[in-house]
């Protein structure tokens, strides 16, 4: 097993270092993950960065905080900012419809699609699917029958004009929550044109990732910069690839996914220390002096339709993130990202400034599973922080 490799470490966190790295590595070991790396924030700033494994298990590499991974859909939490800052300048309307900005786009289907607005692609209300008709995939050579790791091919704006073409909503705009990468794909490109820019990965560099100084996150287009990024692993028995018997885990290295000009769905890279300075301006928001005003905040999280998750978690949506609680310990908004080979996942509470954020090159609920695990436990040890102090001055 590979030494964990730190970057930062509170000495004073109410949850101790020692209890982090034997869940980080028991979750290592139940899901055989070959690396997970850490970001812990409290009261808005980051206490622990960690990484743990190896970012390839031919090299034994090991992860640190500066490891790359793709976050996939975590990037749509990035759509959702990049609108609330430009609806709080007067850039765009959130509720004017998409055409307005985009003239040329063409829908097919459902009456009343022509008026699908931006809020209802951000809350995934527009009544588009999942994906567009024309998403096509690329097989990897060397995989078993039957394993189809879904990586697809580089999807251009003339493709994202045909696909709307070619694909019937299935809903009309506003009537439920129906998931869509397509809907955020199409959000990016509108913001994008918005503020005069060409892709959605100009426009995020323009106006969060620069100011941010998130130097180490961007769209991979080519093998380029992929010095740093951990091997993708993919394998076949979590809950959407159940090919090999259950509980074998036979991992396989995949190529990390590419993308063209169309983004907005899932198409950053990134590492946890370039998130933790994405997740601590969310918490920061509105104090003095901090990147992000009130104003963008409240449009950002502000809540929209409620939803069901797989049976289990009541959620409603903001722009781009999902809004839920965490029993008596408050509001949390949480999004994971999944694209085979890379998995992500980042939780935090404003009430607490509390934050957590995993990345993995392993299983697909592993990241998942250990960030709330640790973020329960912070907002446990918070609330008992805080009663304790509350009695000691009564």
């Known amino acids: ?18 209890w982090i790295d034997e869940t980080v590595e028991q979750a290592r070991a139940d899901f055989k993950s070959p690396s997970i790396v850490i970001a812990v924030l409290r009261r808005g700033r980051p206490a622990l960065l960690k990484g743990y494994g190896v970012t390839d298990r031919v090299s034994g590499q090991p992860a640190t905080p500066e490891t790359l991974y793709q976050i996939a859909s975590v990037t749509k939490t990035f759509v959702g900012l990049l609108a609330a800052k430009l609806a709080a300048r007067g850039k765009v309307d959130l509720d004017a419809p998409v055409t307005d900005y985009a003239p040329d786009l063409c829908f097919q289907g459902v009456k009343g699609t022509a008026r699908i607005t931006l809020r209802h692609l951000l809350t995934h209300r527009s ?18 029958d039957g394993f189809d790791p879904t990586i697809a091919e580089p999807y251009t704006l003339e493709q994202l004009h045909d696909g709307l073409a070619q694909t019937p909503p299935l809903f009309a705009p506003g009537e439920r929550y129906y998931y869509s ?20 990965a100009d426009a995020l560099h323009a106006h969060i990732l620069g100011p941010l100084h998130m130097a180490d996150s961007f769209v991979r287009t080519s093998p380029a910069r992929d010095a740093g990024m ?11 690839y159940k090919v090999f018997p259950l509980g074998s885990r036979t991992y396989y290295r995949i190529p990390p996914w590419t993308f ?12 946890v220390k370039d998130l933790a300075r994405y997740v601590a301006a969310l918490l920061e928001a509105g104090r003095p002096g901090a990147a992000l005003s009130q104003d963008v905040i409240d449009l950002l999280l502000t809540r929209h339709a409620a939803f069901v998750a797989k049976g289990e978690f009541i959620y409603e949506m903001g722009l781009g993130w999902r809004i839920g609680a965490f029993g008596p310990f408050g509001t949390v908004y949480t999004h994971g990202g999944h694209n085979d080979g890379h998995h992500a996942y980042v939780v935090f509470s404003r009430d607490h400034g509390l934050a957590v954020i995993a990345l993995t090159n392993g299983a697909h609920a592993a990241n998942r599973a250990l960030a709330t695990k640790i973020m329960l436990k912070l907002m446990r040890q918070a609330s008992k922080e805080q009663g304790n102090v509350h009695a000691s001055k009564r």
Not at 182 to 198: C, E, N, T, W
Not at 230 to 240: N, Q, R, V
Not at 260 to 270: N, W
């Open 1 to 18: 097993m590979a030494a964990a490799c730190a970057a930062k470490s509170d000495p004073h966190a109410i949850v101790p270092d020692a």
């Open 260 to 271: 063209g000009e169309v983004t907005g769905g899932l198409g950053l890279s990134s590492n």
């Open 127 to 144: 009544g588009l699917p999942s994906n567009p008709a024309n998403r096509k995939n690329i097989p990897v050579p060397g995989l078993p």
């Open 181 to 200: 990468n397509l809907g955020m794909h199409l959000a990016g490109y509108i913001l994008a044109r918005a503020v005069g820019q060409r892709t959605f």
């Open 230 to 240: 951990a091997t993708p692993y993919a394998y076949g028995d979590d809950e959407y």
